[in-house]
């Protein structure tokens, strides 16, 4: 774009001054402002790693130097190359110095660095304590429908066990069972799981109303809760099971 526009202003200033115009040396001339892309990019990083001031200001000074020399030489090769005169170095050099030197002044002092020096300001902010917010406890009760759709609070502790009916699950509790709009899977991410613990893919059982449990033999169980139900425990829930149930039911004897 900015070539362009080169091109545009080099065009205009021709018919006003009645002199010929160029579109090749235009061109060439025009490629001044492909240098900052490299040069910027260089600029950028070394900016970057760079905390002080004055050697922010210095990275500027150089790329800047830089540029100012490698245009007039890039000049001089193209035009060796591609046209039939050649354009000295010095006279481009002094035709950089006359028409581009505040732009390269602007473009190389002010954006990079006011950006890497707020970005180092930024990262000298002194750092925030954050606060630890507390996760929500487990539920301890749950709303449920009566015969006659009245709505009843019962503690889960008072739950023997849960047993999937889907799409909804029953809530096996000593008043009676009542069933619940939700999914074992859902339900036991909001239980507290030292208390609440999965036996079975349809089973989520209330370890402390579990009084005994045997093995089957092969790897299964079957646990006896406080109401004499008994429950099936599958050998991929077993360990978790055995677990929970001896911390849960451990004691000290002497």
């Known amino acids: 774009v900015l070539i362009c526009l080169t091109v545009a202003i080099d065009f205009l200033f021709a018919q006003i001054q009645n002199t010929s115009f160029y579109l090749s040396e235009s061109l060439l001339f025009g490629t001044f402002w492909l240098l900052f892309f490299p040069l910027l990019k260089i600029q950028f990083r070394v900016s970057k790693n760079t905390k002080a001031l004055p050697g922010i200001i210095l990275v500027a000074a150089i790329l800047a130097g830089i540029h100012l020399f490698i245009y007039p030489a890039m000049v001089l090769i193209l035009s060796k190359i591609f046209f039939n005169h050649t354009f000295s170095f010095w006279q481009t050099f002094n035709f950089e110095i006359t028409e581009h030197f505040i732009k390269l002044i602007i473009v190389y002092f002010l954006p990079v660095p006011i950006m890497i020096i707020y970005e180092n300001k930024l990262l000298q902010r002194p750092n925030i304590e954050l606060i630890d ?25 008072d739950v023997f066990y849960f047993s999937a009916n889907s799409p909804y699950i029953n809530i096996h509790h000593p008043s009676k069972k009542y069933l619940y709009s939700a999914t074992l899977k859902s339900l036991q991410t909001q239980l507290d799981n030292k208390q609440f613990i999965r036996i079975h893919k349809s089973y989520l059982v209330n370890i402390s109303k579990v009084i005994s449990y045997q093995s089957r033999l092969n790897g299964d169980y079957d646990l006896l809760l406080l109401n004499n139900t008994s429950l099936r425990v599958t050998r991929n829930y077993a360990a978790i099971f055995k677990s929970a149930f001896d911390s849960h039911h451990r004691f000290t004897a002497k």
Do not use: Y
């Open 133 to 157: 917010i507390p996760q929500p406890a487990f539920i301890h009760s749950l709303i449920v429908s009566d015969f006659n759709n009245k709505k009843i609070a019962i503690s889960t502790n």
